[in-house]
Structure formats: C-alpha cells, structure tokens
C-alpha cells in the first residue's frame, strides 16, 4: 500500500528543495505548483477556460501571471472564479501522478498550502518544512520584485509556521546545512518505509 505523505511549509522555508531531496532519493514528488504552471502555460488545458473568465489575462505563453494577479487581487469573488478552474484541474493531475505511481511505497505530494486547502484531508502523514523566522526573512526578502508589504500579506494568507509544525508528523528543519536536512529527509524516508510504514 502507497503512504501518501503531504509536503508543506510557508514561503522561504526551503520546501521546494526538500522537495528535491526527496525525489533525488527516489521517492515520486507530484509538485502542484508545477501542475499550475503546466495547466497555465502554452497549449495549457485551462488556458481557454481562464481567458472565457478573465479576458485579456492570456496570450501566446499561455496565462499572463501578473494580469491575472490583477484580476483577482482584492476580489474574493474572482479568486473563488478561478480556483473553480484551477483546482479540479490539479486534481485531476495529482489523481493520475499517483495512478502511475500506485506501486510506490511512498509518494510526496509537495502542496504549499495544505492546511490552508484542506489537501491534509487526503495524504496519510505530513511533513513540514520549517527554519528559523529571520532566516525565512531573508531568504523571501531576496527574492527578485519581493517586498516587505507582499511577504506580510503573503503570511496573513498562510497558517502561522507554528500550527503547521503542532499539525505535522515530521518536522524537516532547513535552518542548518544542507547536509543536516538531507539526514533529515532520509530519517523521514526510513520511517515510512520501515515495516509498519511509520
């Protein structure tokens, strides 16, 4: 039987290269991000579906990110309008990935807001990704166009590092080296795979 374990974290807490740790390990990472991306870049199968919704917010490249931020930025309405295009597509992406991957032992789901979603609801343990405040802080901070105003708002929409640590079977700390989050990955992977799967 499949464990299914959902890979979380707030922004700038490194789960995208937790991520990768785990894939480099041979464990199947669906990556719902990508799946957006996907699903929104040329030839994408929501393309049409969003321009009929958000007109002028698509081209040749598929979904313009920032025209369709600024459609739905402020608007609880539209938000809800284009979540009801884009997560029955991820859906059905992520239903496939773990189709093909049914004889896994252990398959990561990589969803950056699994609480926030209700996506915990579907995975069988989790693991957060976590490191110290600041270090979050000036990781995010770097990031090119990233303001101070944007990472507050971007938090307000996440649940707090804290809740999503007392939620999670696994905390992996990314504060340290890469080394050390490595082990911590492995320990996950061990766990899970070991005979009562955790």
Known sequence: MTIILGLTGSIGMGKSTVAAMFAEAGVPVFDADAAVHELQGPAGR??????ARFPDTTGPGGVNRAALGEAVFGEPAA???LEA???PAVAEERAAFLAVHADSALVVLDV???FETGGWR??????VVSAPVEVQRT?????PGMTEARFVDILAKQLPDAEKRA???????TGGSLDATRAAVAEVIACLRGPAGG
């Open 167 to 173: 939620r999670a079977d696994f905390v992996i700390p």
């Open 139 to 143: 990781r995010v901070l770097a990031r």
């Open 122 to 127: 579907s995975v069988d343990r989790i693991a």
């Open 46 to 51: 929501i393309v049409a579906a969003i321009e």
């Open 112 to 114: 950056p807001l699994l």
């Open 79 to 81: 938000l809800k309008a």
């Open 85 to 87: 295009i884009v997560h």
